[in-house]
């Protein structure tokens, strides 16, 4: 099993920067692919990014690429999604996720989530 628990969420004005962590603990050693996803209200749970926990590629969807990076401190368990340039659009509460399937990072499907962090992006 693996326990994943978010921090960094909070109100922050558009045009600001937020960065969101993603602490991983018990069996981390069996995963291969984390993710960042969103839940906005009303809508459904969208994918945000996602890395590979080994070579550290990453893959983002195209609403935030350009503005939104994910990485990864292996050593520490812990995966960031640094949010640049934020939108009244991104508000959403936000999930990370973990999978052990060696799968590519296009993948959507993850074993493991956490409970969330809600971002509220002002106008």
């Known amino acids: 099993q693996v326990q994943l628990v978010e921090s960094g969420g909070g109100l922050v004005q558009a045009g600001g920067s937020l960065r969101l962590s993603c602490a991983a603990t018990?069996?981390?050693?069996?995963?291969?692919?984390m993710g960042w996803f969103r839940q906005a209200p009303g809508k459904e749970r969208e994918f945000v990014s996602a890395?590979?926990?080994?070579?550290?590629?990453?893959y983002s969807a195209d609403s935030v690429k350009g503005r939104f990076t994910m990485s990864r401190d292996n050593a520490k368990n812990l995966v960031f999604l640094q949010m640049n340039n934020v939108k009244p659009e991104d508000t959403a509460v936000y999930y990370c996720?973990?999978?052990?399937?060696?799968?590519?990072?296009?993948?959507?499907?993850?074993?493991?989530w956490g409970q969330g962090t809600q971002v509220t992006v002002s106008s």
């Open positions: 996720a973990a999978d052990r399937r060696p799968l590519s990072i296009t993948r959507l499907e993850y074993d493991y």
């Open positions: 890395i590979n926990w080994n070579t550290g590629w990453t």
């Open positions: 018990g069996r981390t050693v069996s995963i291969a692919r």
